[in-house]
């Protein structure tokens, strides 16, 4: 399974929240930091915002921050929410298949078990798990530990 590049960035966002915990980050910030453009970032918390994991501030002074305990927010539950299409082979679908095998040959089920197997290891993590190593991501980030520099600081 490839993630798309949506739930990509939206991972990206939500660690970089995860780790400048202490305060607002603008979406220009974050695009400069991970190079990414800020129309499809923008997207992408907006995204997040509808689904309740980070929380919008409007305005000269806003920014987006997590809605809820990073320690709260399992990868699993983001990635399913993320992801239109997690199926590895068409025959795993609920609608009618194309597969002349399907219903005789144990992919269906193997492939099944493969994404359980998926989904399981990534339920096991949470947000506060990939932010542990906290002062390398800070350092990646250009925020000085201690310091209100920014994000933007060091772009």
Same mark, same amino acid.
């Given at each position: 399974?490839?993630?798309?590049?949506?739930?990509?960035?939206?991972?990206?966002?939500?660690?970089?929240?995860?780790?400048?915990?202490?305060?607002?980050?603008?979406?220009?910030?974050?695009?400069?930091?991970?190079?990414?453009?800020?129309?499809?970032?923008?997207?992408?918390?907006?995204?997040?915002?509808?689904?309740?994991?980070?929380?919008?501030?409007?305005?000269?002074?806003?920014?987006?921050? /997590? =809605?809820? !305990?990073?320690?709260?927010? @399992?990868?699993?539950?983001? *990635?399913?929410?993320?992801? +239109?299409?997690? $199926?590895?082979?068409?025959?795993?679908?609920?609608?009618?298949?194309?597969?002349?095998?399907?219903?005789?040959?144990?992919?269906?089920?193997?492939?099944?078990?493969?994404?359980?197997?998926?989904?399981?290891?990534?339920?096991?993590?949470?947000?506060?798990? /990939? =932010?542990? !190593?906290?002062?390398?991501? @800070?350092?990646?980030?250009? *925020?000085?530990?201690?310091? +209100?520099?920014? $994000?933007?600081?060091?772009?």
């Amino acid at each position: 399974m490839r993630l798309t590049s949506h739930t990509d960035f939206a991972l990206r966002l939500l660690i970089s929240l995860a780790v400048v915990e202490e305060r607002l980050v603008t979406i220009e910030e974050l695009a400069r930091r991970h190079g990414l453009s800020r129309n499809h970032l923008m997207k992408v918390a907006q995204t997040l915002v509808s689904l309740g994991y980070v929380t919008g501030v409007r305005g000269r002074a806003g920014g987006l921050k /997590l =809605a809820r !305990p990073a320690s709260t927010i @399992r990868m699993g539950e983001v *990635v399913r929410a993320l992801e +239109d299409d997690t $199926l590895l082979v068409e025959c795993l679908g609920d609608g009618p298949t194309t597969c002349i095998l399907s219903g005789a040959c144990l992919l269906t089920h193997t492939m099944g078990r493969a994404m359980e197997a998926f989904f399981a290891s990534l339920d096991e993590v949470t947000l506060a798990d /990939l =932010a542990a !190593p906290r002062m390398a991501l @800070r350092q990646r980030l250009g *925020v000085g530990e201690g310091s +209100d520099r920014g $994000l933007a600081a060091t772009a």
